[in-house]
Structures are given as structure tokens and as C-alpha cells.
């Protein structure tokens, strides 16, 4: 192909996809129009942008509030997931461990536990513990949620990284913990790094759990708020939008400047055996 | 052994042992509201057998979960084959991708409850006078959600594709050219094969989450109009939490649960049949 | 703080310890009463002003108003939730008042009874009253009055010589009437509310009342008659295809069915009270042309009534200070404050006697109207088990509307449902 047909192909394809992401920029689009041009299209263009939809968002709604909640319970079950998860992780990957096919298979297969299946049961016990709109009953729930991806992604990764450098260290006279430390971690870090994202990102947009297990602003989690944003008169289009923009902040963040990290996780998750 | 304590642990209270509660609730009539706590046996199934609104759960949540994994597929090929052509540009237009992907479900649903806005949505609005009440006719509301959480997960079949297709050697695509096939050719005799076996992985990984699809649904239509949206997890939700008949609702869902492990054990057994034929 | 702000809330936590409550507030500590409620209609919401009226009259407690979500069903789900077996995060509520029972008997209201005074409830509207009681106790203040009310365009009824009709059949028949000779493809004949959602069910209920058919009796039959129950299904399905309504009932609530009324866009509506104020405020485009009638009957059946509904406010049984709470009841379902709320949100007093009140009735010449119409409403079934009877027919209905089961095998379905849930309670 000549080189001016293949910059056109290129073109395309980009242009193909940003079109493919327009629902993102219609809502960002409709986040700044004034609310009197909401309903009105076309134009589709706004006459002028205007910031009062997050105005009111920030101020009168529970929004920031629910976005502090989010930022914390999602920062904290990735914090448990890991801190639990890498021990688990390291003797699934290096250690001789008895009955190692089945602990696999448990773990394959509560990934793919549906959450509806424990839903009830976890009532109950956040009940009795009277966990009930804390951060810490969602983050127990999200971290344990997440845990068997957890382990399952670091087992992988822990499984990449040349195992002569643990030997190495341990002929150096290390304890299992310093080369933990001092040789696994930084080796790992990159893998640490997609699989704290992975886990950031399934708590902040879990849905089902939080719905369930907050009720107020003291633990509702931003998917929550967002869900139940609520309209006096009518829907406030703007105003959900520019909610909705704030939901998903974060997401796109990542997306944009650790993308490399993600997709490393995410084909990780698929590929690893 | 030491190390996977933690691990075993935080899985066996919080997953397992759940796991087995929810089975002896299914068995029980159980009210809190009302003080109801009792032994039901086996009634809260076999009324789900005769329940019309089970049988009807069951089939939308069929009926989503085979149409938007397949054009998940379809889809997801054709956005991995694309952007593999491309010599530039290619961390932007995954970008676009990941974006509808990492977003919150509840947020995918805010945006196309917008889109489908019966007057000022821009679908509506581009169809002008065949404009249709996407959310509301219950003939084309499970379509409207269905497309709604494959513009949200096609993405992820995608990617994965994308980073098979890397790692193609490009020799393998050399020797076709010297052998003259065709872009068609080694389109279907190279290129799809090797995609193969982690597509049967995309497949698994969607099915299951499709057949326990719960927030596109709940946020979008609420299971709406006329239960034409609601899936079996939905149903579940709404016994256990509208009125929290926890024993009734936790037999739903231990039938979930049931379905996406047969579904799980099922695929495992085509994928190990494929890796010993490959 | 001053000398004197501290003197004052030591008085009260000195007050809330002889009140005998548990776990009173620290020294000096200012006592905090959560309210729940969802943000009441309108543009100039009178709530803040008269939880601050409170504040200045009780010095040292601070009300704090918490939002819930808007709508009913969302409601429901977040006080279950919340209620359930534990100390929610808030003292005085509003609820629906058709949850009344299933709350008080779950033991998450405070019985009431004792702080009344005698004849202290005799102002209320009595069927509001015996929707806040539940086995001889008296679990909440009655806080607004709602009832079914159907709505009429007066220019266009004037325009061919027609009287408000007082049938199905007389209004099916006007419809047909004014909008063959209108040509207008924009004019639609009836709205009323068809969406999946509670609302559905009071429209319904409606239906069925004016057809002889209850949905379930005090003894707890559930549909006793189920060929007019089918039959009054088919009757609402036969407005969608016969046209009378249009297609989007199924999918239409309150607002949404309000909005297109006062478009201009048809010619009879079924809603609420508030709806009123909104026809006949400035730039509306029916101004000057909206009169509300009763929901009306069937030829050779019972006269129509409308459904009646609204919200009271309870006081949970786990509020560590029961009697302040009881106050801020007291004081938001107060004559005044009601006054304020229906002045300021359009929501219709629960006390009769706001329904002659000279201020009112210049805003509102219908009050009086009104008054009459609430007074011959009819509550939808007071039971404990309301909102799963509800939620068990609630598809039903919706799927014999759209069409996608004939009426008899809705009915049918509904009622083994109900009864193998209800049976389950026993």
C-alpha cells in the first residue's frame, strides 16, 4: 500500500473509534450545554457552554460526598486484595503447595461466582456484625470479591520474573521475606501495578453490592448516587451528566495515562495458565 | 502454607461459606420483616417451576446473553483486526475502546438512557420521523439494552484479540504472501485460527458475566416494560430486596449461581477437548 | 460559645434525661435530629424554613434534613434496608402511607398513642388517619392528603356543548368526539399512568373498583371476582388500541403524562392534586382551561372514587430522643406548617380545615372542590403485606397492558403468585 493510502486507512480507523466512544462525548457534551438547550436538538451544538450543572452537582447533591467514599473504599479494598493476595499468590506461583489443582480450580471457579449467589448471606452477616453502611463491610465484601483475580493475575506475574534471582538471593543468606522485599516486589512492581488496577477499578464500579450495603451518605459508593441521583420535576439531564462525568473521572484517567498497565492486566486475567 | 492463609481465609468467609448459606436459605421461608423463619424444603423451587415469571426471566436472560455475546465477537474481531492494520496512532484508538470499557455500568446505562430519550436523544433524533420509544415498547427494549452493555463490553473481546494478534509472528503472514493467498485467505485460514482458542476465552469470561447481567438492566429499565428486561438476577434482586423474602429470592439465585457453573464447567471442557487436539 | 448558648444546651441535655432516654447526648453536646424525607415538589421548597423555625423555638437541637431517592419504590427499598434489625441514622421519616403497617408491625415505628392528645387527630382527614393506624395504635402524623382526580380541558369540553363525564364510556365517547372534530394529530384523548411502577397499581386499582372488582378483601381473598378484574384490564388495554390513549401509556408516570397534559396535548388526564397548581401557573400552556372532576365509574357499575395516597411522617422506634422527635412531627404537620407547604409545593394538606382557609382558597378556588373529592376517595388495601402484593402484581398488570398476556391468565397469574407468597407468611 502506498504510504498516503495507509495514513488514510489509519485516519479511518481512529475516526471509526472515536465514533464508537461518542455516547462518552454526547454526555460530555451535555454536562456543560445550558439546561434550556437540553431538550431542544437540533442544533446540536450548545449557543454557549456553562459550568451549572457542576455547580449544582458539587454543592447540592451528594455527589462529592459519594466520590470521597468511592475514592477511599475503592483505595482500600485494592490496599486489602493486595496485601492479602500476594503472600497467597507467591506460594500458588513458587511453593510446593498440597492439592495446588484444586485450590486452582476454587479459585478460577469463584471468579466466576455471580454475585447475586451470596448476596443474601452477606446481608444477613453485615446484619450481625452491624456492618451495614460502613466502609469497611463494602470494603471486606469488594476485597474478598476480587481477591481470586488478585491472586490469579500476581500468580502470573510472580511466575514471569526469573526465578535464578530468588535463588540467587537466597544463597546471598536472604530469609524468604527479604527476597520478598528486596528482589521480588521491585521485579513484580509492573504487575502490581495492573492488578491494582484491575481491582481499583471492579470496586469503584461495583454496583450490586454497594447498592445494597449503603444507604446513606456515610458509605454510598459513586455508582449508588449516580444511580439514584434524584430529580425533583423532572429527570435533570444536565445535572446527571455531569455526575455521571464525575463517576467516571477516574476510569478514564487510567485509561489515559496508565493505559499500557491495563491492558497488560487484562490480557494477563484471559491468557495465564 | 503459611502464605495462602490469608488468602484461604478471606475466601472461605466471605465466598464459600456464603455460598453454602445461600443454599440452606433457598430451603426456607424466610421474612425478616415479618418474623418468617422457617423450613420450606423443597417449595420455593418447584413453585420457581411453575412460576411464569421465572420461565420468562430465564428466557430474556438467554435470549441477552446469546445476542450480546455474539456481537461482542463480531465486533471485537473486527475493532482488534482493525487496529492491528493501523502503522499509527494505535494507543489513541485503544484509548476510545478502553474508555467505554472502564467505565461504570451504571454510567453506560445513564448515557444511553440519554441517547434513548424519546424526544431529545441523539438516536431519535437521527432517525427522525422512525423515531422509536427504545425503553418503553416492550418489542425492542431488550435490543436497546442489549446494545447498550455490548458498547460497554465489546471492548474487552477486543482487546484481547488485539494482543493475540502481536504476537503472530510476522513470518507466518510472509510465508502466505509467498504461497499467493489472498488478504481474504490469510484472513480466514491464518489469522482466525490463531485467534481460536482466546476467543473461546472471551466467550467464557462474557457469558458469564452476560448470564448474570444485573446493573445495565436494573439502572436502564428496571426490568421493564412488562418484565420484558428483567433477567433471572434482576428477579432475584427485586424478591430479595423489595420485600426482602430472603428464602424465595436466595432460591433464584442459587439457580443463577447453578447456571453460570454448569455454563463455566461446560466451556472448560471444550477448551481442555481444544488443547489436547491443538 | 456564649454563656448563654451553653446554658441552653445544658438545659436540654438536662431535659433529655429526665425525658428517660438511652444513651443522651455528652455535656454540652447540641442534640442532632435527623430527618428523612424526599425533596418536596416546587420551586420554592418551605422546608428548610420551618426545620429552622424549629430549631429557634428549641434551642440546642440542630435538625439536619437528609434527601432519599425519589421514587416510592426506591424509597421502600432504602428504609427496609436501613430499618431492618438495627438503629438507623435517623429519627423522623416520612413514609408513604400505604407502609404504614408492614412498618409497624416490623417494630420500627414508635407507637405514638401516648403523646397525642385527646381529639388532637380530629382534624385530619379520617381516612388519612386510619392509614397511619395500624392494630388501634396510632404509628404516624398524617403530613399531606392525595386522591385521584381526573382532569378536563373546560374550553375544549365548552367548545361541543359537553358535560364532565362521569363514565369510562361517556369519556371514551367525548374523546372520540372532540378529536374527530378537531384534527389535531397532536391531540391525544386520555392519559393516566401505565408504567411498570407503583403508580400502575393505583390506576389500576381504580379500574377495578369502578368494575366491582377488589383486589384483595379484609378476610384476604385475593381478586374474589376475577372475571371483572380481567375485564377491567381489558377495558384499559382497549384504551391504548383503541387509540383513546396513547401508545407511550405503558411507559407513562405522573410527570411525564402531567407534562404532555399541559402541553395542551390532550384532552383528560389522570393525576394527582399537585398537578393543578403546574396547569395554572405562569406560561403554562392551559392556564385558565383545566377543572378536575372524579375519577369517574362504569355505565350500570359503581360511581367512580378515587384513589387516595399521600405521606406521614413516624418517628423510629430506635430515636434516641423520642420526644423531640415527636415534636418535629408535631410541628411539620402542624396547621402552619402545612399552610407553608401547601402555599410553597403544591403538595394538599392533611387537615380539612386548610381546605376552607381564606389564604388557600384565593390561591386555589378549587380547595374547597377538593375537599369534597378527598373526602369521598378510597384508600387502596391497608395491609402489612401491601408493598409485596403490590410488587407481585405489578407485572401482571403491565404485562396484560402491553399485550403480551391476554387479561384472564394476568389475573390468573397474579392471583397464584399471591397466593403462594401470602401463604408462605402464614
Not at chain 1, 461518542?22 to 454536562?31: A, V
Not at chain 3, 367548545?159 to 368526539?177: C, F, I, M, N
Request: glycine letters at 8%; charged letters at 15%.
Amino acid at each position: 500500500m502506498r504510504p498516503a493510502t495507509r495514513t488514510l486507512a489509519d485516519v479511518v480507523v481512529i475516526a471509526a473509534l472515536a465514533a464508537y466512544a461518542i455516547p462518552f462525548f454526547w454526555q460530555l457534551l451535555t454536562s456543560f450545554k445550558p439546561e434550556a438547550e437540553l431538550l431542544r436538538i437540533p442544533p446540536l451544538l450548545p449557543s454557549r457552554l456553562t459550568l451549572s450543572h457542576y455547580r449544582v452537582v458539587l454543592e447540592q447533591s451528594l455527589m462529592p460526598r459519594a466520590l470521597l467514599n468511592s475514592l477511599g473504599i475503592a483505595t482500600l479494598t485494592t490496599t486489602v486484595a493486595l496485601v492479602v493476595g500476594l503472600p497467597g499468590a507467591y506460594a500458588v506461583a513458587r511453593r510446593p503447595v498440597p492439592g495446588k489443582r484444586w485450590l486452582l480450580l476454587a479459585i478460577v471457579a469463584s471468579t466466576a461466582f455471580p454475585q447475586i449467589a451470596t448476596v443474601s448471606p452477606l446481608y444477613l452477616l453485615m446484619r450481625g456484625l452491624d456492618l451495614r453502611d460502613t466502609w469497611t463491610g463494602l470494603v471486606l465484601v469488594h476485597a474478598s470479591f476480587a481477591l481470586p483475580l488478585t491472586v490469579w493475575l500476581l500468580a502470573g506475574f510472580i511466575r514471569e520474573i526469573p526465578i535464578e534471582a530468588e535463588e540467587a538471593a537466597s544463597v546471598d543468606g536472604a530469609g524468604l521475606v527479604k527476597t520478598f522485599r528486596w528482589v521480588v516486589v521491585p521485579l513484580l512492581a509492573p504487575g502490581l501495578a495492573s492488578t491494582a488496577l484491575l481491582t481499583f477499578l471492579f470496586s469503584w464500579n461495583e454496583f450490586l453490592f454497594a447498592y445494597t450495603f449503603t444507604v446513606s451518605e456515610a458509605s454510598r459508593t459513586i455508582p449508588v448516587a449516580l444511580a439514584l441521583f434524584p430529580g425533583v420535576f423532572e429527570v435533570p439531564w444536565g445535572d446527571i451528566a455531569a455526575a455521571s462525568m464525575l463517576a467516571s473521572l477516574p476510569p478514564v484517567l487510567i485509561v489515559v495515562a496508565l493505559q499500557r498497565f491495563l491492558v497488560r492486566g487484562l490480557v494477563a486475567g484471559a491468557v495465564k495458565e | 502454607m503459611l502464605l495462602l492463609a490469608p488468602t484461604a481465609l478471606a475466601l472461605g468467609a466471605l465466598t464459600v461459606y456464603p455460598g453454602a448459606w445461600v443454599l440452606w436459605l433457598s430451603l426456607q421461608h424466610r421474612i425478616p420483616i415479618f418474623g418468617v423463619a422457617r423450613f420450606a424444603g423443597l417449595d420455593n423451587f418447584t413453585f420457581l417451576s411453575v412460576d411464569a415469571r421465572f420461565w420468562s426471566a430465564a428466557h430474556t436472560t438467554a435470549v441477552f446473553t446469546v445476542a450480546s455475546v455474539a456481537l461482542e465477537v463480531v465486533l471485537g474481531v473486527g475493532a482488534a483486526l482493525a487496529i492491528h492494520t493501523q502503522r499509527r496512532g494505535r494507543a489513541v484508538a485503544l484509548s476510545f475502546l478502553l474508555l467505554a470499557w472502564a467505565m461504570p455500568a451504571v454510567v453506560a446505562a445513564k448515557l444511553f438512557e440519554w441517547l434513548y430519550h424519546p424526544v431529545a436523544g441523539l438516536i431519535n433524533v437521527a432517525l427522525g420521523r422512525h423515531a422509536l420509544n427504545w425503553l418503553g415498547d416492550p418489542a425492542i427494549a431488550l435490543a436497546a439494552v442489549t446494545l447498550a452493555d455490548v458498547w460497554r463490553t465489546m471492548p474487552f473481546v477486543a482487546i484481547l484479540c488485539y494482543a493475540r494478534l502481536l504476537a503472530i509472528p510476522p513470518d507466518l503472514y510472509e510465508a502466505a504472501q509467498v504461497d499467493g493467498a489472498g488478504r481474504l485467505a490469510t484472513l480466514t485460514r491464518i489469522t482466525l485460527p490463531l485467534l481460536g482458542r482466546i476467543l473461546l476465552l472471551a466467550v467464557l469470561f462474557r457469558t458469564l458475566d452476560a448470564l448474570r447481567a444485573f446493573d445495565i438492566m436494573f439502572v436502564l429499565t428496571g426490568g421493564g416494560p412488562a418484565n420484558t428486561t428483567e433477567t433471572l438476577t434482576v428477579y432475584a434482586y427485586r424478591a430479595l430486596f423489595q420485600t426482602l423474602q430472603l428464602g424465595f429470592g436466595s432460591a433464584l439465585s442459587v439457580v443463577v449461581f447453578a447456571l453460570v457453573m454448569v455454563v463455566a464447567w461446560a466451556y472448560l471442557r471444550l477448551l481442555r477437548a481444544g488443547s489436547v487436539a491443538a | 460559645m456564649s454563656a448563654w448558648g451553653y446554658g441552653a444546651t445544658r438545659l436540654i441535655g438536662v431535659l433529655v434525661l429526665l425525658a428517660g432516654c438511652a444513651g443522651s447526648p455528652g455535656e454540652g453536646e447540641p442534640v442532632t435530629l435527623v430527618f428523612k424525607y424526599a425533596r418536596i415538589l416546587g420551586n420554592a421548597d418551605p422546608l428548610p424554613t420551618l426545620l429552622r423555625e424549629f430549631e429557634a423555638q428549641h434551642p440546642g437541637v440542630r435538625v439536619k434534613g437528609e434527601a432519599m431517592p425519589w421514587t416510592s419504590d426506591d424509597q421502600h427499598q432504602f428504609y427496609v434496608i436501613n430499618l431492618e434489625g438495627r438503629s438507623p441514622g435517623f429519627d423522623v421519616l416520612m413514609l408513604d402511607c400505604i407502609w404504614t403497617p408492614e412498618f409497624a408491625r416490623a417494630g420500627w415505628l414508635l407507637d405514638l398513642t401516648p403523646y397525642l392528645q385527646p381529639g388532637e387527630l380530629a382534624p385530619f382527614f379520617p381516612s388519612t388517619v386510619a392509614s397511619a393506624t395500624y392494630d388501634h395504635r396510632v404509628w404516624a402524623l398524617p403530613w399531606n392528603m392525595n386522591v385521584g382526580l381526573l382532569f378536563y380541558r373546560t374550553d375544549l369540553l365548552a367548545k361541543y356543548g359537553l358535560q364532565p363525564p362521569d363514565t369510562y364510556e361517556a369519556l371514551v365517547e367525548q374523546a372520540r368526539l372532540i378529536r374527530g372534530r378537531e384534527r389535531d394529530p397532536a391531540l391525544d384523548g386520555y392519559l393516566w399512568q401505565g408504567k411498570q411502577y407503583e403508580g400502575l397499581v393505583v390506576n389500576v386499582l381504580e379500574a377495578l373498583w369502578a368494575n366491582g372488582a377488589p383486589l384483595i378483601t379484609d378476610d384476604g381473598a385475593v381478586f374474589p371476582e376475577p372475571a371483572r378484574a380481567a375485564d377491567a384490564l381489558r377495558f384499559l388495554r382497549g384504551l391504548i388500541t383503541s387509540g383513546v390513549s396513547p401508545t407511550w401509556t405503558t411507559a407513562a408516570d405522573e410527570e411525564l403524562s402531567r407534562r404532555a397534559f399541559g402541553d395542551g396535548h390532550a384532552i383528560f388526564l389522570r393525576n394527582w392534586p399537585y398537578a393543578r397548581d403546574l396547569f395554572e401557573s405562569e406560561g403554562s400552556a392551559v392556564r385558565d382551561k383545566v377543572a378536575f372532576t372524579a375519577i369517574p365509574g362504569r355505565a350500570r357499575g359503581e360511581p367512580g372514587a378515587g384513589s387516595t395516597g399521600g405521606a406521614h411522617l413516624g418517628v423510629s422506634r430506635r430515636s434516641r430522643h423520642p420526644e423531640l422527635a415527636v415534636a418535629l412531627a408535631r410541628h411539620l404537620t402542624s396547621e402552619r406548617a402545612q399552610r407553608a407547604i401547601a402555599l410553597g409545593a403544591a403538595l394538599s394538606p392533611s387537615r380539612q380545615a386548610l381546605y376552607h382557609d381564606p389564604e388557600l382558597v384565593r390561591r386555589n378556588p378549587a380547595m374547597p372542590r377538593l375537599h369534597a373529592l378527598a373526602l369521598a376517595g378510597r384508600p387502596r388495601p391497608i395491609t402489612p403485606y401491601y408493598l409485596l402484593v403490590s410488587a407481585t402484581v405489578q407485572p401482571e398488570f403491565s404485562a396484560a397492558l402491553v399485550g403480551v398476556k391476554p387479561p384472564e391468565r394476568a389475573i390468573d397469574d397474579a392471583r397464584a403468585r399471591l397466593g403462594h407468597f401470602l401463604g408462605a407468611l402464614r
